[in-house]
């Protein structure tokens, strides 16, 4: 019988193609013990080359769906709870207003992410009332607040399916890149700032579009039209991070870097003169286009006046400086000198905030969930608190840690492992799998960089893009347990286990549900989650 088996064409053919790659494996070993080891696999040239290949970008296209389905049930689930200021919601709620009012305001941010916010709010019917931002936990009343924090929840439920696909770019296998799928989709403190009227999840989520679209990118072959696609999406979410906070650049910038180098990545070289004269013009104007509409927006004397030059405030209608000046002498700056000096004082402001809050936290206190932050706290009648309470969560704060352990484990078996390589094939792979690795890894420090040793103060919420860097690294720490006899499957699998646990545990804090004083009591693990 098995003669007969062998002799069969199909049988035959089966038998030859595996002991073709066991002589692959045995000839290039250590390049394939090294993949094993960075839990990657090489990069598909195109998600749809092939019809298995179209069939697999299906399966994670429906994957990534049932992720948006679910996130999306934790995002706007008691959205509208509490109909109150909430914590930073002082700022940006009071924002919208004064962009659909007209009123000039000044923040140290860059204007796209409350520009996004404002067009939810308008669309949702926002009028101009005489509602006044005095203090937290105010009610909203008749103000228009649910649209803005609909928005926020929209693009915070696309975080966890683009994370998936970016994990199955690198590419993570299925399992794998669930679970790193389910890692910002369990995270109390990406889904709380989900729920409110912030730019957190603007900010992330750009970010990771920009890199999914970077992958792909870099997979496609030269001056196709799919190639210039991704460039042009590339670009525009990059510029969309970088618009929304500065301190999204990280990102786009080492995204810009591998782009120029052709380093770790990108299968045809790096990008030539012109794909990269066009992503930075493409980037560039967008970001000028977000201050060109907030100068456009802005027409009456506003909060943010004073930080502008006299020679601007003349230009406001209702400022005290309107009409008083000759404009032949004392000209009203155009709009690149306008937004110079605006990206000058956003510099000069955000370095000069000194101010200490009882909230804040250092950098160092984020890789171990030390310090949470009080959004609000109110009576809900019968002895029960409703209370929305910042923290991550403790079972993705020890994953995501584990990931960047792992990062730093392999840059430095890095060197041991290059001079074990017997061949320039295999010296080559080692370099590009090491580099994987520390693209993420590098990625990870330079996000938490800016909040090193600053003066101002610092929360928990900073870092938010930092940490999804770092639930990358924890996928391929996963991707390198061993798939004999299920292992791999299992360990996923009492890792999302646990964060669904602990979502569900803290559910209390992200939801303002009602709880007594004894019930939330229990809830504080740390000494600092006061």
């Keep these: 019988m098995l003669r007969q088996r062998r002799k069969s064409g199909g049988g035959g053919a089966r038998a030859r193609k595996q002991r073709t790659v066991l002589r692959e494996r045995k000839s290039g070993g250590l390049a394939e013990t090294f993949l094993d080891v960075l839990g990657v696999r090489r990069m598909r040239a195109d998600p749809t080359r092939s019809e298995e290949e179209r069939w697999e970008w299906r399966v994670d296209l429906l994957i990534a769906g049932v992720f948006l389905l679910v996130t999306a049930a934790t995002r706007f689930y008691r959205l509208a709870v509490p109909a ?16 659909l009012s007209g ?54 439920s696309l975080i ?23 890692m910002p989709l369990l995270d109390m403190l990406l889904c709380i700032e989900s729920r409110l009227i912030l730019t957190d999840s603007q900010l992330v989520l750009y970010s990771q579009l920009a890199l999914l679209c970077a992958l792909y990118l870099w997979a496609a072959p030269k001056s196709t039209p799919k190639r210039y696609m991704w460039l042009t999406l590339t670009a525009v979410f990059g510029a969309c991070a970088v618009s929304t906070k500065w301190t999204a650049i990280v990102t786009p910038g080492l995204i810009a870097l591998v782009s120029l180098t052709g380093a770790i990545f990108p299968h045809e070289g790096a990008l030539d003169v012109l794909e990269m004269g066009y992503a930075g013009v493409l980037a560039i104007g967008i970001y000028m286009w977000t201050f060109w509409m907030h100068f456009r927006l802005l027409r009456f004397s506003g909060p943010g006046d004073a930080f502008m030059p006299i020679a601007f405030q003349q230009a406001l209608l209702g400022n005290e400086h309107h ?47 030390a310090r949470g932050i009080l959004y609000i706290d109110e009576d809900a009648g019968a002895g029960k608190r409703e209370m ?25 078996a890095t060197p041991a492992l290059l001079r074990r390589c017997a061949t320039a094939a295999d010296e080559a792979f080692v370099r590009r799998r090491a580099g994987i690795v520390g693209f993420f890894a590098v990625g990870w420090m330079l996000n938490l960089g800016p909040y090193i040793g600053v003066r101002r103060c610092t929360f928990l919420y900073h870092v938010l893009p930092a940490l999804q860097l770092a639930s990358l690294l924890a996928g391929m720490a ?53």
């Design 388 to 412: 929305i309470y910042l923290i991550s969560n403790p079972v993705l704060t020890v994953v995501s840690g584990l990931g960047v352990v792992f990062g730093v484990v392999v840059l430095m």
């Design 323 to 369: 009409g008083r000046y000759d404009t032949s002498k004392v000209p009203i700056p155009g709009f690149l000198e306008s937004f110079r000096y605006l990206n000058q004082e956003m510099l000069r402001a955000n370095s000069a905030i000194e101010q200490r809050h009882h909230w804040e936290s250092a950098w160092y206190e984020w890789l171990y969930n």
């Design 478 to 530: 996963l991707q390198s347990v061993p798939r004999k006899w299920g292992v791999r499957r299992v360990v996923c699998a009492v890792v999302v286990a646990a964060m669904a646990a602990a979502f569900w545990y803290w559910r209390a804090w992200t939801y303002a549900l009602g709880r007594s004083y004894e019930e939330l009591a229990m809830l504080r693990w740390m000494p600092r989650w006061d």
């Design 160 to 182: 966890p399916p683009a994370m998936y696909l970016i994990a199955r770019a690198l590419p993570l296998d299925p399992v794998v890149s669930a679970t790193v799928g389910a």
């Design 103 to 156: 009123r000039y305001l000044f923040d140290i941010h860059p204007p796209l992410g409350k520009l996004t916010l404002s067009l939810a709010a308008k669309l949702g019917g926002y009028t101009n009332t005489n509602y006044t931002f005095e203090n937290l936990g105010q009610p909203y009343g008749d103000l228009v607040y649910y649209p803005q924090r609909v928005l926020s929840a929209s693009a915070g």
């Design 84 to 99: 109150k200021i909430v914590f930073d919601e002082w700022h940006f709620a009071a924002f919208v207003d004064n962009y």
